[in-house]
Every structure is written in structure tokens, then in C-alpha cells.
């Protein structure tokens, strides 16, 4: 959202401030911010309708497989189990939005032969593709190879025509950057910062590392000798993380065991849209193996869920007695929605948990926090505003960005967040740089760099030996004082006499 609001106000992204992602997110979220402002109800709203929207498609593929209890079925998986806990403004639930559509627009063109329905899919892939690298390059591939593998639509015209409507959007971006002398930093930020900055050292492959610790930390307390203590009544939430991350894996597979079994009917449409189901859904899922978090897999995991559905639909038809079990499920997402429900609506009424903003549209917003926290939270924003001037900048890290809106504040440099295991040296005098430049008054550590290297899978290499920012902590202690604020945050106040 911050990046959006500062695109909004004139910035470009990759020359103004680092990015690493494709623009395709922050580009829609700056549209949104022009026309109501900077107000995260209306980003998180506009997300919201576009989950709701990809929830639809996904019933209208769901007609020819299901029937109405299971369609119901997967309504309320991805309604309540996806929508509902994860409206998040993110490049990864955007792009997860326009594979949905491009998914449905490919089955239209398979079922009706409707070249508007394969441009559509096409531009939509490349619209995933600028938002989301990893997932818009292999829907482009899955989509692809399901125009040229089905018997309704394999002709090369066909194929190109929807290669050509996927590169526009990619054309598109690469000649606006171009032209207005971006090009240079997006392909700084972009492609040579993943090798500069240690990328590949923290990566996490695979569902079998990321995803079951997420379901471990949510609902048990881990003791000595591998013993794990449930908390009440949050373990029905980890359940549902746990299900949400292997939903789509076993329906997947289940996809490609009846696409190989039915292969002697590839010339019936049908067969088409389920290949061109579990081609996507595959794609979805490769996506997310970087970092294969619960949330991250929920939000590419829609193809897969109706892929499970339908498996499981098949199941329950063949041994009736698992009906019983498949019941399991709406239970659990109804019990998680309603005790989801009764803690916001405490929250709600009680003023303690309510945030204070600065610099949005709303003056205030109810924290997803222990009280604790909201209070720390809240003493910073005060603090800040405090020990700075309106015009003052001030820089926040490691991954707080919030606090430049929550305390209306300017980054006196490009990086919104940094980490300490993928900055790179070049980085880091650049931000030296820019602190000098502007004599920034005030630093904030938001000490999340240690903590993140031991409970996020992604630098596990790095368990044994946390990263340390090498330039950048020397010019800080050298230039600044250290006010340790709380037992999280640490203020740094310069002490250059050219500062008051």
C-alpha cells in the first residue's frame, strides 16, 4: 500500500524507491488511492470484490463438474477459508485473481471456439505475469500448452494469437520504462539485485518445511522432546491452515491421475477444461514453492481446491460412508468464522485496540495485535511524531513500513523495508548516502531482524548465524545515539551538532 500511495503522489517505482516485484499490484493500488485517497478500507474493499469476483468464476467451471451441495461446498472453503481470513492487498492475491479469469476465459474459448475468450485469456496471463513474475511466466506456459495439447483448439493461429495477447501487457511495461528512462533501475532492482542480495540463499522448496511449521506455531506450543502442547481453542485454526495447504495438493495430483486415466477421451471438451484445471492449478502451486507459506499457498490454491472437491465428490459417491467425514470440513469453517467473529467484535468495542493513523484517510485502525502490542505500537507513532518535525524525515527498519503512514512521515530513502540478509553492500552506502544527504534525525529499529532469521523458514541457514548490516550499522553508531524505546524498538537520535 505505501508504495502505491507513492506512486500516487508522482514517484516511480524501482528509480524513487527499491522494489522487487513487477509493477502490475502497485499500479492498481495507485489508481485506487487517486481516486479516494490514501484509505486502506478502500484498497483492502476493492481487493475484497476481486476475490468475490474470482469466486464466481470458479462456481461457473465448478457447474459442469459438481453438483450443488459440493459447489456449496467449495463456496464456503474459498469464501470462508481463503477470502475471509486473507483480504490482503498483495501481489500474490492479484495475480491469483487474474489466473482464476484467464482460467475461465480458457475454458469458454475450449467450449465455444470464441477468439475474444482466448485474447482475454492471453492478456489477463500477462497481466499475472507484471504482477507476479514467477506465477504469470508459468500460467503463460500451463494456458499454452493447453491451447496447443486439446483437440478443440490446437492450430497454430490459435497459439499465437494467445502468446501475442500475453506479451502485450509485458510490451507494454517494458516500453513505458523505457521511455521514461526507468528501464535501468527496474532491471537494477529486479533481476541483478536477486544475485547481489543473496535471493537464492533463501529460498525454501517444497510443502514439507514452511507450511506444517505454520501449522505447528498456530495451534501448538512446541516443549523439549519434540512434544507439542495444543492450544485451546486455536487448534481448530491450525487445522484449517493444515488443510488449506494440502487441499490443492491432493487435488492436483488426483487431477493428473484422472487426466492420464481418461486420456482415450482428449477429444471431448470436458477433458480439455479438467487438463487445462490441473495444467493451472500445477502452475499455481510451483509458484509458491519459493516460499511456501499457508497464506501463500491459499492464494494460489483455488484451481486446486476445486480440483479436491471433485475428487472428493467422486469419493463420496463410490464409499457413501465418507460422506460422514466430508461434513468435517463446513464444521470447521464455521466454527473458525464464528470465534473469528466473537474476538473482532470484542476487539471492536474496546478503544485500547484501535491504532491511531496520521496519514490515511481513516484517523484510526482496529490492530490485529495483542493489546500489548497495540499500546507499543501506539507509544512509537506518538513518539515519533514527537521527536520529529512535520517535514522531518525519519527511516524505519527492518520490515515496518506502516509506520510512515501510521506517523505521517517521509523515507528519506528508497528502501521501504530492508532485510539483512538480502541487502547488499551497494544498497546499504546508498542508504548512507541518502541519511547524510538529509541528515535524518531520527532512525527506528523495529528489532525484527533477528527474530525473523529463527522463525522464518526462508534463512534457516542463517539460524546460527544472524545476519548483521555491515556499512550501514557502522555509519549508525558512529552518527547516532542509541534510546532503547521498548524491549522490541530502539530509537536512534543523530548526534551531528548540525542537528538539533
Known sequence: MLQSNLIAHGQWPYRDFFEFIWPGALLLGALVIKLTGFSVLAIRMTITLLMLS????????????????????????????????????????????????ALWHIARFIRHQSHRN????GLLSGLAAITTQSLGGLL????????????????????????????????????????CGVWPFFWRDTITWLAQGHYADTSVW???????????????????????IPIWPQVPQ??????????????????????????????????????????????????????????HIATNAWPGDLLCAMALSRCAKRWPQCRLAVLF????????TLYTGWQN???????????????????????DMPRNRTLEYSLVTEAIRQYTGQQSPVFIFNVSPEFY??????????????????????????????????????????????????????FRRYHHNPPHLGPLEDYIHKHYKAQPFSDQFTFYRRIDKTVP
Open 206 to 228: 517444497g510443502y514439507f518445511s514452511t507450511a506444517p511449521i505454520e501449522f505447528v506455531k498456530t495451534g501448538f506450543i512446541p516443549k523439549p522432546h519434540h512434544v507439542l
Open 238 to 295: 491450525a487445522v484449517q491452515l493444515l488443510l488449506l495447504a494440502w487441499l490443492p495438493v491432493l487435488g492436483t495430483l488426483w487431477g493428473w491421475e484422472t487426466v492420464f486415466r481418461h486420456r482415450a477421451c482428449r477429444s471431448h471438451p470436458a477433458y480439455a477444461v479438467l487438463l487445462s484445471l490441473t495444467l493451472v492449478s500445477t502452475a499455481s502451486l510451483l509458484a509458491t514453492c519459493s516460499y511456501s507459506t499457508s497464506y
Open 140 to 179: 503463460v506456459v500451463a494456458l499454452g500448452i493447453t491451447v496447443l495439447a486439446s483437440a478443440q483448439t490446437r492450430t497454430w493461429k490459435n497459439g499465437m494469437l494467445f502468446l501475442a495477447s500475453a506479451l502485450l501487457p509485458l510490451l507494454t511495461m517494458a516500453i513505458t520504462l523505457l521511455a
Open 405 to 458: 503512514f501510521l506517523a505521517d512521515r517521509a523515507n528519506p530513502t528508497r528502501y521501504v523495508v530492508i532485510y539483512p540478509v538480502y541487502i547488499s553492500t551497494d544498497q546499504e552506502n546508498e542508504i548512507i548516502r541518502s541519511l547524510e544527504t538529509t541528515k535524518t534525525p531520527l532512525l527506528v529499529d523495529d528489532g525484527k531482524a533477528a527474530p525473523m532469521v529463527h522463525y522464518d523458514a526462508r
Open 118 to 121: 482466448l485474447c482475454f485469456s
Open 54 to 101: 474470482a469466486i464466481w468464476a470458479i462456481d461457473d467451471l465448478a457447474k459442469r463438474f459438481l453438483h450443488l451441495p459440493w459447489r456449496l461446498l467449495l463456496l464456503a472453503l474459498l469464501l470462508f477459508g481463503i477470502v475471509s481470513p486473507f483480504p490482503f492487498f498483495s501481489h500474490h492475491v492479484l495475480s491469483a485473481v487474474f489466473s482464476i479469469w
Open 329 to 336: 470440513l463446513p464444521l470447521l469453517l464455521l466454527y473458525n
Open 345 to 367: 467484535y470484542q476487539l471492536f468495542n474496546q478503544k485500547e485496540n484501535w491504532l491511531a493513523s496520521y496519514g490515511t484517510v481513516e484517523k484510526s485502525f482496529l490492530a
